[in-house]
């Protein structure tokens, strides 16, 4: 491997945090590439009892997106700015027991 891969002027690589909307839906559903512009690379998720990160490199149609995942992607800086602005940051849950 020789390091970091260059991209084209304005994409970027990015770690975002999955929109309350994306939890418990497919990877397939969501439509990430002709809707946001984003092209999926990864997902990081917390697992186990530690709460250890664990990245699905390259996921498939099926996984769903659970709370918690951020979300490993390529995208136009553009695009990327607009998710800022109009995705709604996870919320802690206020319910009690859970």
């Given at each position: 491997m020789s390091g970091a891969v260059p991209l084209e002027a304005g994409f970027a690589v990015a770690k975002i945090a999955a929109p309350e909307r994306f939890f418990h839906k497919a990877l397939a559903?969501?439509?990430?590439?002709?809707?946001?512009?984003?092209?999926?690379?990864?997902i990081y998720r917390q697992?186990?009892?530690?709460?250890?990160?664990?990245?699905i490199s390259n996921p498939e149609a099926k996984p769903t997106i659970e709370p918690g995942d951020q979300l490993g992607v390529v995208a136009h800086s553009d695009d990327l700015r607009k998710i800022c602005l109009t995705w709604t940051p996870q919320k802690p849950s206020n319910r009690v027991g859970g």
């Amino acid at each position: 491997m020789s390091g970091a891969v260059p991209l084209e002027a304005g994409f970027a690589v990015a770690k975002i945090a999955a929109p309350e909307r994306f939890f418990h839906k497919a990877l397939a559903d969501l439509k990430l590439r002709p809707r946001h512009g984003l092209n999926l690379i990864c997902i990081y998720r917390q697992e186990g009892p530690a709460g250890e990160e664990h990245i699905i490199s390259n996921p498939e149609a099926k996984p769903t997106i659970e709370p918690g995942d951020q979300l490993g992607v390529v995208a136009h800086s553009d695009d990327l700015r607009k998710i800022c602005l109009t995705w709604t940051p996870q919320k802690p849950s206020n319910r009690v027991g859970g």
